[in-house]
Nanobody, 119 residues
Framework: QVQVVESGGGEVQAGGSLGLSCAAS????????MGWYRQAPGKQRDLVAS???????NYADFVKGRFTISRDNAKKTVYLQMNSLKPEDTAVYYC?????????????WGQGTQVTVSS
C-alpha cells in the first residue's frame, strides 16, 4: 500500500512565502517522479512542478522564478518552496508520486493541502 501525505500550507499575505512537504511511504524503493498539482475552486487541476529521480525539473510558467521544487530520495519526500506568493496562487495543492513498475507508471496522490494568499 502506498501513502502520500502532505504537510504545510496555510494562509499568507501576498508577497509572502510558504513551504509544503510531502512524504511517501509503502512497499517500494525508488520514486520515478514527485511533484505538485493545484486546483482552485471551479478550475481544473494544473501541474505546478515536478522533479524526476534523475533531477529533471518541470515548472508551470505561472510559478517559474517564484517556486522551487526539491526532493530527498532517502526520505522519500518532496518539497515545494513558494515565494512571492500572489492571490491567484490560492488553491488546494496536491502532491503526487509516480512509481514505475514493470514498464508502467502508477500515480498516487495526497489528500491535498489548502494554500490561501490574501491581498
Amino acid at each position: 500500500q502506498v501513502q502520500v501525505v502532505e504537510s504545510g500550507g496555510g494562509e499568507v499575505q501576498a508577497g509572502g512565502s510558504l513551504g509544503l512537504s510531502c512524504a511517501a511511504s509503502g512497499s517500494f524503493t525508488n520514486i520515478y517522479i514527485m511533484g505538485w498539482y493545484r486546483q482552485a475552486p471551479g478550475k481544473q487541476r494544473d501541474l505546478v512542478a515536478s522533479l524526476t529521480e534523475a533531477g529533471s525539473t518541470n515548472y508551470a510558467d505561472f510559478v517559474k522564478g517564484r517556486f522551487t521544487i526539491s526532493r530527498d530520495n532517502a526520505k522519500k519526500t518532496v518539497y515545494l518552496q513558494m515565494n512571492s506568493l500572489k492571490p491567484e496562487d490560492t488553491a488546494v495543492y496536491y502532491c503526487f508520486i509516480t512509481l514505475r513498475r514493470l514498464f508502467r507508471n502508477y500515480d498516487y496522490w495526497g489528500q491535498g493541502t489548502q494554500v490561501t494568499v490574501s491581498s
